[in-house]
């Protein structure tokens, strides 16, 4: 990773290591981001917004500290500038602090490696990986798609997935991304899901929950 690392920030996207994510950029200064990412080492990291991030947008508004960096491995430059890019994401990591130098955000980062499961949480992540499994097997069949596809799929491209891709509010989805292992990411993961499962399955209990 740069010294560094160009700043993404997104309102409502929380970006995943090993997972895919298409972007439209056409901000002026993000495009000047692009393209000199283009000429480096194609990392760009990928942060969230908090709350009330409209009030100061054109300037440098605040960010959550945890982001995910993301390799550039598709772009698309249009006529007027604009890009379309894929990120696959690389690492999390932690801002250190920032530089204002550029059109755009870049920060000193702290990489947040994953840290290696004991015997215990590898066996309870295969435990939480089950309960995942068995909680969207009715939506994965009601999608006509075939429930063996996620189960041939790695832990970590399992659970990073389903963090980025389901319907989650972008609050829950920057938890996760903070929780310190991939362990307690998938516990975290199917509480938020059981916790869903049994609102849509009590009338009026989701609007209480607001």
């Not at 499961?117 to 992540?125: F, G, I, N, Q, Y």
């Not at 006509?144 to 997935?161: I, K, N, Q, R, Y």
């Not at 938890?175 to 362990?183: D, S, V």
Request: glycine fraction near 6%; charge should be negative; aromatic fraction near 6%.
């Amino acid at each position: 990773m740069s010294d560094l690392l160009p700043l993404f920030p997104l309102p409502s996207t929380v970006l995943f290591p090993n997972v895919f994510l298409p972007l439209h950029v056409f901000e002026p200064r993000y495009r000047d981001m692009v393209r000199d990412a283009l000429d480096s080492d194609r990392l760009i990291g990928t942060v969230l917004l908090k709350s009330g991030w409209e009030r100061d947008y054109e300037g440098r508004p605040p960010v959550f500290p945890v982001g995910c960096s993301g390799v550039i491995t598709h772009v698309e430059q249009l006529a007027d500038g604009r890009y379309n890019i894929v990120l696959r994401g690389v690492d999390r990591f932690r801002i250190a602090a920032e530089e204002h130098g550029r059109s755009y955000r870049r920060a000193l980062v702290e990489p947040l490696g994953e840290r290696g499961l004991t015997a215990d949480e590898r066996a309870a992540l295969r435990h939480q990986r089950a309960k995942l499994e068995a909680l969207l097997t009715p939506a994965v069949e009601k999608a006509g798609a075939d429930p063996g596809t996620a189960s041939a799929m790695a832990d970590e491209e399992f659970v990073h997935a389903l963090a980025q891709y389901l319907d989650l509010e972008p609050l829950e989805k920057q938890a996760l991304l903070e929780r310190e292992c991939l362990c307690s990411r998938a516990e975290s993961l199917v509480e938020l899901l059981e916790m869903k499962v049994m609102m849509a399955r009590t009338p009026g209990l989701s609007s209480l929950a607001h």
